[in-house]
C-alpha cells in the first residue's frame, strides 16, 4: 500500500509517518519509483505499536527506539523483550538510597522470597514498591504495609491473566502492542476496580452508622 | 500550643499555615491574645490531613474542602465520608456517552451483579472502568477485558485488607490521612507489585526461549 493509505488505515497522519520514517522508528518501504514506496501489514502493525507506545505508554522518542530495538533483535528472548516494553513504561522513583530505604529493601527482598518471584531488583517496578514503602513509613502510616503479602498474591492472580492474554499472541509487534495496553490501561482498571471494591467493601462493613 | 510550634511539628510552612486559615480549611485557634492564637492537637491532625491531601492525593482547595466539609458534619455517615474522599482523589474521565460506551457499561453492571458489589453507577471509579472497556476495544484489544472477574476477585481480597487497616482508625481526620496514603499509595504499590509478578511470571512461563 501507498502510504495515504497506511495512514488511513493505521489513523497516523503522513507528516507523522514520515517523522517515525526519518527517525528510524519505521521502517522505509519498498522504493517503486523515485518517490513512491510501498508499505505492507509489518508497517501498519509497527505504527500501530508506535501509537500505543506514544498514546497508551507515554514513551519518548528514545525509549521507543529501546522497544523496538529489542522486538527487532532476532536471538532476543521474549522475555527480555517484555522486560524492556516494561521497563520504559515505568518511572524511575527518585528518593535518598539512605538507611531507611535499605531496610525497606530489606522487607521487599523477603516478600519476594516468601512468594518465590524470580524478579529484577535493579528493575523500576521494585524500586517504586521499596518507595512506596519508604513514603509510607515517612507518613506514619508504615503498619499499613503489612498487608503486602495480600497484595502480593492478588497481583499474582492479575499476572498469571495477563500472560496468559500476551503469551497467546504470536506476532512480535502485536505481542508488545499488547503489553503496553495491558499494562497501561490495565493499571487504571486495576486501580479502578479497587476503588469500587473499597465502595462495596465499605457499605458492607460500616451500612450507614453515623460518626461521631 | 502556637502557630511557630504547629508550623515545626506539622512540617508546613507558616505563610501556608496562615494561607489555610484564610481560607477556612484550617479552623482558627483559641485567641489568647490580639494577634496570637493556641493551637492543639486536633489542628496538628487537620494539617496533615490537608498536607496528605496535598501532597499525596493532589487534591485542588475546591475538592479539599468537600472532604472537609463531609469530614466535618456531625450526623455524616463514616461509609459518606470515604466516598467523598474517594471520589475528589479520582478523575472523570473525559469520553461520550454513546453506544460503544453504553455496551460497555452494560458489561461493568453484568460484572458488579456477579460479584456481588454494591457500588454507585455514577462514581468516577465506575466511568473509569467503563472507559477502559471501551478504550480497550477501540485498541482491538476487546478480549483482554474478559479477565475482567480475575480482576475484580482479586481487587476483593485487597480491598478487604485496605478496609481492615482504615476502619481500624478511630480519629475521622486521622482515618481519612490512612484513606488517601492508602488510596494514592496503594496505587502505586499495587501497579508495582503487578509489574513484579508479571516478570516473575513471564520468568516461570518463558524461561530464555528465543523469539522468531
Known amino acids: 500500500m501507498r502510504i495515504k493509505e497506511l495512514s488511513s488505515r493505521s489513523g497516523v497522519s503522513v507528516p507523522t509517518i514520515k517523522y517515525y520514517l526519518r527517525e528510524g522508528l519505521l521502517p522505509a518501504g519498498e522504493l517503486v519509483s523515485k518517490n ?13 505499536l508506535i501509537r500505543a507506545l506514544v498514546d497508551i505508554g507515554g514513551l519518548t522518542i528514545a525509549a521507543i527506539r529501546d522497544v523496538l530495538a529489542a522486538a527487532d533483535t532476532p536471538e532476543e528472548t521474549v522475555r527480555k523483550i517484555l522486560y524492556t516494553a516494561q521497563e520504559n513504561i515505568s518511572v524511575r522513583p527518585d528518593l535518598p538510597r539512605d538507611e531507611v530505604w535499605a531496610e525497606a529493601e ?30 509510607a513509613r515517612e507518613l506514619e502510616h508504615g503498619v499499613w504495609t503489612h498487608k503486602l503479602d495480600i497484595y502480593a498474591e492478588a497481583c499474582e492472580r492479575i499476572a498469571a491473566a495477563d500472560l ?49
Do not use: F
Open 164 to 212: 496468559d492474554y500476551v503469551a497467546g499472541i504470536e506476532e512480535v509487534d502485536a505481542m508488545l502492542e499488547g503489553v503496553v495496553v495491558g499494562t497501561v490501561l490495565g493499571d487504571t482498571l486495576v486501580t479502578a476496580l479497587r476503588r469500587l471494591a473499597h465502595q462495596s467493601e465499605s457499605v458492607r462493613r460500616l451500612g450507614d452508622d453515623k460518626h461521631e
Open 36 to 48: 513512491q514506496a510501498n508499505y505492507d501489514d509489518a508497517h501498519l502493525r509497527r505504527l500501530r
Open 106 to 135: 530489606r522487607n521487599v527482598a523477603d516478600l519476594v522470597e516468601r512468594r518465590g518471584w524470580q524478579v529484577n531488583h535493579d528493575s523500576r517496578a521494585w524500586q517504586t514498591v521499596v518507595a512506596v514503602l519508604v513514603s
